[in-house]
């Protein structure tokens, strides 16, 4: 690869924005006598004039050297060894050059599965066989701690001014050996507003199915960067376009094949998302268990509604039969951890436990440690459904976090008397069945 340097006068990345643990790293690897180098997204987005989210830093030192100079480090990773620098929460990762999986040392360091996947990557190599190891070109750009300059082997400074990703190599080849990619070139592409260049964009529909192949706790991690990172309802919308959004959810297809953002079950998505933005934007917590139980809950309904009729279940029983199967298929193409599937559920089940406000239950409910959560959600559904019940049912909550333990005990008095309490149910009770 032809290479480009571009020094330091003539470029905008400034010391300045590149993290403290980070230029420390950087530096105690050149003083060593290595190679060091800032690479990828921190790159990519000082370039930009963006805060990147994290600094990664590539090498010639080896996983073994790396760790010999840094007490504070962790090697880690199968497929990719890569060193860990700990400084308290903030984690530097460094890697060390990549080489090519074809040369003499790649038989045992590298593997490939029959459709060109790549198992395992750690052949070692030069800078510039590194550079072509990366996904995008804007991506393949090194920040060089020795001069300060910035190393472009794939035409990458050129592509961040065209606002393009372009993938390095042969499009198809690339997808194959790691289908992973079509889902970053969507998510660079809604982060940065970025164009996707067509001989990169176009092999997206073909071979999108392969995500199929990647493990389900791979596919946790990229849920987790695409609907958590600030842009989850353009990436949502972004991946149903492409197709991407399929082999993530497969039980979404027959419900949104037929796009239609009037619909209230894809309102309530956006809607679940975009608050999710907002939240993260404004440095606010956010939690997977909110995003996946609203991504799922239109799919909830509709299983607790056949099993009712199907197997004339109650209510309790119904729902609780379609979150088990609902989580247990989901978990086949994302596997979500169990810390969120619990949190899932209790959303979930607070949903109907909110409706139900008599006696002490109100009281219950709004102990819950998810209580919180559960009224957000509902909050959505109401806004997303126009339900005048819902939306009656919200501002009740509403109220109730505004009143004191005197009001409160008014508020369930009052209820008692104004609604009759059959009324607050949702859905009739089933007739019991009589024998015959
Ligand atoms: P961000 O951290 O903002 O999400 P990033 O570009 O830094 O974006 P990372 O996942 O942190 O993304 O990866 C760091 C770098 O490693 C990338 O910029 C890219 O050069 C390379 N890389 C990551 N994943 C892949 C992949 N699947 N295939 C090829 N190269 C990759
Ligand atoms: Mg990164």
Redesign the pocket.
Known sequence: MEQQVIPRAEHNISRQDISENALKVLYRLHKSGYNAYL????V??LLLGKQ???F?IATNATPEQIKALFRNCRLVGRRFRLAHILFGREII?V?TFRGHHDSANANTESKRSEEGMLLRDNVYGSIDEDAE????TV??LYYNIADFSVVDFAGGINDIAERRLQLIGDPET?YR??P??ML?AV??AV?LDFSIAPESCDPIAQYGPLLKDIPAARLFEECL?LFL?GDGKSTFKMLADTQLLYPLFPLLKPLLQQWDEDAPELRFMLMALASTDKRVRGDQKVTPAFVFAALLWPLLEIKKDELLIELSLGEHDASAMAMNWLLDQQCKSVAIPKRFTTGIREIWQLQARLDRRFGKRAFQTFGHPRFRAAFDFLELRAKATQDKHLSELAQWWQQWQRSNEQGRNTMVRELNKNSGRSKSRRRPRKPKKTDS
Do not use: I, Q, S
Request: charge should be positive; charged fraction near 60%; avoid cysteine.
């Open positions: 690479v990828g997204g921190g990519r987005d990147p989210k994290d990664d990762e890697a190891r990366r996904d995008f991506n393949a690339r050996e790691d992973v990619r970053r998510r660079f982060k960067k990172g």
